[in-house]
């Protein structure tokens, strides 16, 4: 069972942060989950928001900033930090569950990855177009692009929606589009909980060999349920109850 830290441990720190990549480390997290998006001067930082006002005391679209401006802003009194930190700060130490946010920056992250040598720890996912949503533009397409251009890469098809996890299903099935294109598999369908049951994870056993990470799942009692399912990793925003849940 892979214990994934959603925005590091946003429940208890401020999200997508250093401090909270350390938090969810010290709780003893396999993974640690944040988005990435590209700044104005074609820099890739962690943060989840298209624009800043939620996080921050700024207004406006990130993209419209350089890494220089970012840096001089604050989520929660820490730094928003580039990707090329995280992958510096915690390679070796923990895996990295990099979610996509835009699209047209699938190659400049792929040089990241392969720059820092975190290939073999990383897993990156996004959602499809369908189901993206206003935050986000990448896509799964993107996913197909980066993996085709790096064999060894793991990615995961995001889903909140049934009917998106079945679409995520019909993707990764071993018979599926990326199955035609590629002879490398679809690592994980990363589906939120209120889209998992008994019946969609008989589905995924049976037509893929994908693995079933679910989020956002905060308590231990939901944790113990998805895991009698079979599911093999969690997300959660509160990662110290994985050991509460006996995980």
């Known amino acids: 069972m ?13 999200e997508n942060t250093l401090r909270s990549f350390h938090k969810a480390v010290a709780w003893g997290v396999d993974m640690i989950e944040f988005d990435i998006r590209a700044t104005k001067d074609g820099k890739i930082v962690v943060f989840h928001d298209a624009r800043l006002e939620r996080l921050t005391e700024a207004f406006g679209r990130l993209r419209d900033w350089t890494l220089a401006e970012l840096e001089k802003l604050e989520v ?10 995280v992958f510096d700060t915690f390679r070796g130490r ?12 699938a190659d400049e992250v792929l040089e990241l990855i392969r720059h ?3 290939v073999d720890s990383v897993l990156v996912s996004a959602f499809a177009s369908g189901e993206a949503g206003e935050n986000s533009t990448a896509t799964w397409q993107d996913l197909f692009w980066m993996k085709v251009k790096e064999p060894n890469l793991k990615i995961a098809l995001l889903a909140k929606s049934r009917e998106w996890a079945e679409h995520a299903i019909l993707a990764a099935h071993d018979n ?14 990363n589906l939120h909980k209120d889209a998992v049951d008994a019946a969609l994870m008989q589905r995924s056993r049976e037509e893929t060999s994908a693995k079933v990470l679910v989020w956002t799942v905060n308590r231990a009692d939901e944790m113990k349920r ?3 399912l079979g599911v093999e990793g969690i997300f959660s925003d509160y990662p110290d109850e994985f050991d ?4």
């Open 226 to 228: 998805l895991k009698d």
């Open 2 to 14: 892979l214990k994934i830290g959603h925005r590091g441990a946003k429940g208890w720190e401020p």
């Open 76 to 85: 929660g009194g820490e730094e928003i930090p580039a990707l090329a930190k």
């Open 244 to 247: 509460k849940a006996g995980l």
């Open 116 to 118: 820092h040598q975190v």
């Open 94 to 105: 923990v895996g990295f569950n990099v979610e996509l946010k835009e699209t047209g920056i």
């Open 176 to 189: 599926g589009i990326f199955a035609r294109e590629t002879p490398f598999p679809v690592y994980a369908l």
